[in-house]
């Protein structure tokens, strides 16, 4: 019980190390965690505003060589359900975001070797001449376009914000420990690799979010591993504006360590509120975990609903699918 006193007293200052956050995980009951969370919530965002964007998720293909053990919507370049997205298909997306009142476009998709840097620079150019902002690109998929296209990352990032790229989402990440990515992903960026992505991002004025996927085979060391190796990289740049963890969606016979329910998301949530003091927002990840707890998210740390996600193709593979219109976002 001394512990989670003094983890309870370091919650309430900002000051959060790795074991009184462990403390807090594992012993904090949890209206008492969500407390603390939505306190910390209000200190840093003090207005009582959740924002929200109206964007659509573009997956512009769903071939990947990388074949991690989770993913329920890559296809092999051979299988009669994989693609690549013809420009007339981009346009049309484009068209209907922007009638719908979508001023952002989250541009993501699979490690296709024959797609190079040039074809990624000509449809970020063309969603931008829309009036589109591109927030685009996972770290894997910059890393593997500097490892095709022989250009070091920062190459490739240069050349992507020349041709109009305005973000980069926070995707890939899983968790942040080496050991865990070599059982789910282990074809994808390294954890060091992730974090070099990032920090190059930030050095050249690209602001990015940062992401958890939870509930699989990591434990709860690695978690906290993954938050502090987040936090320590914002210390140094400044550069992430939003943190979302996610539980792991399993999809038919892809590996599992058990369902994620409501309470479990909410403790991790409310964790990652307290330990990240200096991301500004932390995101309810209302896609995976539908409307109510969504909302119930608002309460144990969260201050943004991410997106009204016109369009989400990932996570609907592993078979969860939920929806809000802007009217229902803004209800919540």
Known sequence: ???????????????????????????????????????????????????????????????????????????DRDHPEAYVMDRETLEKKCDETLALGGTHILYQGGLHPGLDLWWHEERVRFMRQKG???????????????????????????????????????GGAEILSDRVRQQISPRKASTSQWLEVMETAHGLGLKTTATMMFGHVETVEDRLLHLFAVRKLQEKTEG???????????????????????????????????????????????VTQGAAIGQVALHFGADDLGSTMIEENVVAAAGVSHRLSEAQMVHL
């Open 132 to 170: 589109l902002h591109v927030h685009g690109f996972s770290p894997p998929e910059i890393v593997f376009l500097a490892e095709r296209s022989g250009l070091s990352i920062a190459g490739v990032l240069e050349r992507l914000v020349r041709a109009g790229l305005g973000s980069i989402p926070g």
């Open 240 to 286: 992430f504006t939003a943190f979302i963890p996610w539980p792991y969606q399993p999809g038919p016979g892809i590996v599992r360590a058990g369902p994620t329910g409501g309470a479990a998301y909410l403790r991790m949530l409310a964790l990652s509120r307290l330990v990240l003091h200096n991301v500004p927002h932390v995101q309810a990840s209302w």
């Open 1 to 75: 019980m001394k512990a989670l006193k003094e983890a309870l007293a370091q919650a309430q200052q900002d000051v959060l190390d790795q074991e009184a956050a462990r403390a807090l995980y594992e012993q904090a009951d949890l209206p008492t965690l969500g407390q603390l969370a939505h306190a910390a919530r209000l200190r840093h965002n003090p207005e009582p505003v959740v924002t929200y964007a109206v964007d659509r998720n573009i997956n512009y293909t769903n071939v990947c060589v990388s074949r991690c053990a989770f993913c329920a919507f890559c296809r």
